[in-house]
């Protein structure tokens, strides 16, 4: 069984400052990870994702997170917060077709609000 | 390409009406999938389907059916609408077949009972 556990659900940085958003999770199988945000009134999309390859994972709008087997975690981070990064922010794990389990577990969720 | 596509985008229902909420796709996808997302709950996989005529119930199916003619759509009904059932629903698609696929989400149709 997989499941997702996202540490704070709401979180407040300043403009400029650093942003961090926890992601822990639990899988019987290597996981494949993403992470998607959501905008208000809006459907989720897919910042980045972890397929095995490079522990370290760029996306878009400036946002990497990086696979540590060790902790079971998979935080997302960004060097700088923009004013347009408010947002949803979901952690969710797969186990992928190889395993009969493609489907998505998500995490409850990160309210992340930026301070001007 | 308009990706995953829902409908209607906003529905009332009385309690104990019945609705479908319709999802297509065109990106020729064989995984299709319908989630609901409540407040501070995530978002909770309803049914999914891995291809035509093929659906499997996820982990809140009480309440909803599903069924994958073609490739394209992937309908849910709602039969007899509960209160419980308040709440913004999405369906998403990915290609599946072996290999890691993200998936794609819709818009949202955000229902309310009463």
């Known amino acids: 069984a997989q499941s997702v556990t996202q540490l704070g659900s709401h979180v407040s940085v300043s403009e400029g400052a650093l942003v961090l958003l926890r992601c822990n999770y639990s899988?019987?199988?290597?996981?494949?990870l993403f992470w998607y945000v959501q905008y208000p009134n809006q459907g989720l999309q897919l910042l980045l994702k972890?397929?095995?390859?490079?522990?370290l994972v760029k996306g878009i709008n400036g946002f990497e997170a990086e696979f540590k087997k060790s902790e079971t975690s998979f935080h997302l981070t960004k060097p700088s917060a923009h004013m347009s990064d408010a947002a949803e922010y979901f952690c969710?794990?797969?186990?992928?077709?190889?395993?009969?389990?493609?489907?998505?577990?998500f995490g409850t969720g990160t309210r992340l609000t930026i301070i001007p | 390409n308009a990706g995953v596509t829902q409908t209607p985008k906003f529905r009332i229902l009385k309690i104990g009406q019945s609705m479908t909420l319709q999802c297509a796709q065109d990106?020729?996808?064989?995984?299709m999938y319908w989630y609901r997302q409540d407040p501070g709950m995530g978002l909770k996989l309803i049914y999914y389907?891995?291809?035509?005529?093929?659906?499997d119930k996820g982990e809140v199916p009480n309440g909803y059916n599903v069924s994958r003619s073609t490739t394209e759509d992937f309908p849910l009904r709602l039969e007899l609408a509960a209160p419980s059932q308040t709440s913004v629903y999405f369906c998403?698609?990915?290609?599946?077949?072996?290999?890691?696929?993200?998936?794609?989400f819709g818009q949202g149709t955000r229902l309310t009972v009463v």
């Open positions: 998403a698609s990915s290609s599946g077949g072996g290999k890691v696929t993200e998936a794609f």
């Open positions: 990106m020729n996808h064989n995984y």
């Open positions: 899988s019987s199988v290597p996981p494949y």
């Open positions: 389907s891995v291809g035509a005529g093929i659906t």
């Open positions: 972890y397929t095995s390859a490079a522990t």
């Open positions: 969710a794990v797969s186990e992928g077709s190889n395993f009969g389990n493609e489907k998505l577990t």
